[in-house]
């Protein structure tokens, strides 16, 4: 795989696969949000909700000091603006879009997951790498494809700090 569709980043997240979309909540009530840090270094924030017209409204921050961006600065930071959020069970998947980063190569659609697995979070709690639509400057993913995604597509590794929260 190419760096960038498996990057080792703030929230060290990666999707594995595509597969069916379950059946959705439209009530209005599905929250998740989060802070932490993946290992020694990458940390990560987010909060997501969906509103009650069905729309879902948030936000990502990824920061990993241990990787330079195509440009070369490093720490390597991302923003994500969500778009998108399925939740099934304690198992919440996002899709988004980049509004800022520091590394231009990488700048599509980007997908991740949570689990939250009570309290306290730090040793229990999981969150996955991110994944980029694809390697094609040219193509814009849509993060809608969230939708697509079932809870055991993503490979989720336990948080060492921090706490998420996912509400049904």
Known sequence: MTR???????AAFIIAGIGGAPALSQGGK????GHGQLDSARQFSFSAQRRADGTVTGNATLV???FTGANGHSPYQLQI????????????VFGGTTKR???????????????????????KDKISRVFFWDDDPTTT??????????????PLET???????VKN
């Open 141 to 154: 993913g849509d993060p809608q494809a969230c939708l697509l995604t079932g809870p055991n597509d993503f």
């Open 30 to 33: 599905q929250q998740a949000n």
């Open 101 to 123: 980063t520091n590394d231009p190569s990488l700048v599509d659609a980007v997908f991740f997951s949570v689990q939250d697995n009570g309290e306290p979070g730090a040793g």
């Open 4 to 10: 960038k569709t498996t990057l080792a980043i703030a």
């Open 81 to 92: 603006d969500i778009s998108c959020m399925h939740v099934v069970g304690n198992i919440a």
């Open 159 to 165: 948080i060492q700090a921090g706490n998420i929260q």
């Open 64 to 66: 990993n000091p241990e």
